[in-house]
């Protein structure tokens, strides 16, 4: 049977439909959070705004195709590392410092924007452009090419790395190896080299805990860390001991969450104060408003999300497609499973904002433009099947 090769037939009109689905839940928790009057913006409506112009992002982004983002993947690669070289060396009037974190670039006409979320989606095209071309190239695969291969993708990871952990951002750093952790998996390297590579990892991630709670000083001097990134690990293991300090957004949180039971409080019905609580604690409003029955609607819509970007992800024949819809899985997954999990005690707080609800347009906007990319692979996948099927007739 042959489908209709129409504009309208080819666009993904469920993944749209999700994302309004997200756009109303995030206009409504964060008119919720503002009841406090505490911001002289007003968020609700500044989120409108950003939809706004995520929306144009989407359709600009589903204008070009697949083959034309592999040829510019570098160069936008080269441009998000521009950026955080630029943030690390501006001048303190141009680059903000907020709570230690020097994270934000203020820039004349376009106002203030987070320079590492950008590069994430940067980073996925530069990392699609990498496996693709090495899996096109190298038609024998052996032990050594798959250790060539690694090697080029570490090298990638690094670069952005370093600056990212010197700001210090440790969410973001999180998302970059998840993101490569994806991409690893999917490229087609031997389990040889993948078994120890993650047991490898693993062990190192449990190593630092142990550390964080037994060697601090070896950790501080010898590594490099600071020490408010212990306050985190002490506080999310046991944020009642530091009840007025980094454990007082933790406590706040599960609160809110708990005090909302089975069906919530109702639309700002919310009791419990919680600083920024329109940003990386959205979901404690959700919560505490929509009980349990919301805090499971808006998680459902997420795995439908994943889901459904699984679905074209497998659907797609094009290597750098591919990889690209799997940087963004990971990118979106990691994101929801951090933010949730950080405000429920299931992991560590790392400042990590919910996936198209929590208010940010740095967040917002680069997660439309990964969003964005899928739409194109969708759109322009089909328009390459139809052409062949014409062709054979």
């Known amino acids: 049977m042959k489908l209709s090769n129409k504009p309208a037939d080819r666009f993904d009109w469920t993944l749209a439909f999700i994302l309004l689905l997200f756009c109303i839940i995030s206009l409504f928790a964060i008119a919720s959070a503002q009841t406090t009057g505490r911001h002289p913006t007003n968020f609700v409506l500044s989120q409108v705004q950003w939809y706004v112009i995520g929306s144009i992002i989407v359709a600009m982004a589903m204008y070009f195709e697949p083959e034309q983002y592999k040829k510019v993947s570098w160069y936008l690669y080269g441009f998000g590392v521009f950026l955080l070289v630029f943030l690390h060396f501006a001048p303190a009037e141009i680059a903000e410092a907020r709570l230690g974190?020097?994270?934000?670039?203020?820039?004349?006409?376009?106002?203030?924007?987070?320079?590492?979320?950008?590069?994430?989606?940067?980073?996925?095209?530069?990392?699609?452009?990498?496996?693709?071309?090495?899996?096109?190239?190298?038609?024998?695969?052996?032990?050594?090419?798959?250790?060539?291969?690694?090697?080029?993708?570490?090298?990638?990871?690094?670069?952005?790395?370093?600056?990212?952990?010197?700001?210090?951002?440790?969410?973001?750093?999180?998302?970059?190896?998840?993101?490569?952790?994806?991409?690893?998996?999917?490229?087609?390297?031997?389990?040889?080299?993948?078994?120890?590579?993650?047991?490898?990892?693993?062990?190192?991630?449990?190593?630092?805990?142990?550390?964080?709670?037994?060697?601090?000083?070896?950790?501080?001097?010898?590594?490099?860390?600071?020490?408010?990134?212990?306050?985190?690990v002490y506080s999310w293991l046991d944020p009642y001991s530091y009840p007025s300090d980094e454990g007082y957004n933790l406590i706040t949180a599960m609160t809110a969450i708990g005090s909302g039971g089975m069906s919530g409080k109702g639309f700002q019905g919310r009791e419990v104060y919680i600083p920024e609580n329109h940003t990386d604690f959205i979901f404690s409003v959700i919560g505490e408003e929509y009980g349990f029955i919301g805090s499971c609607i808006v998680i459902s819509l997420f795995f439908i999300l994943i889901y459904h970007l699984t679905k074209i992800a497998l659907e797609l024949k094009d290597l750098f497609s591919l990889y690209v819809c799997t940087g963004v899985i990971a990118m979106i997954t990691f994101h929801v499973f951090e933010n949730i999990g950080m405000s429920i005690q299931l992991l560590p707080i790392t400042g990590i904002p919910l996936p198209f609800i929590s208010y940010g347009g740095s967040s917002l906007m680069s997660n439309m433009l990964a969003i964005g990319l899928i739409f194109s692979m969708k759109f322009h996948h089909r328009t390459y099947m139809f052409g062949t099927d014409d062709d054979e007739e």
């Open 101 to 232: 974190a020097k994270r934000w670039l203020n820039l004349p006409v376009i106002g203030t924007i987070q320079p590492s979320e950008f590069i994430k989606t940067f980073f996925i095209l530069g990392m699609a452009r990498l496996v693709s071309k090495h899996n096109e190239v190298i038609e024998d695969r052996t032990l050594k090419t798959d250790f060539q291969l690694l090697g080029k993708i570490l090298f990638v990871l690094v670069v952005p790395l370093i600056f990212i952990m010197e700001q210090p951002d440790l969410g973001t750093s999180l998302v970059f190896l998840s993101i490569t952790a994806a991409v690893i998996l999917v490229a087609g390297i031997s389990w040889k080299i993948l078994l120890p590579l993650f047991t490898a990892g693993a062990t190192a991630g449990i190593g630092l805990l142990w550390m964080a709670l037994y060697a601090q000083d070896f950790m501080e001097d010898v590594l490099g860390f600071d020490r408010y990134q212990f306050k985190r």
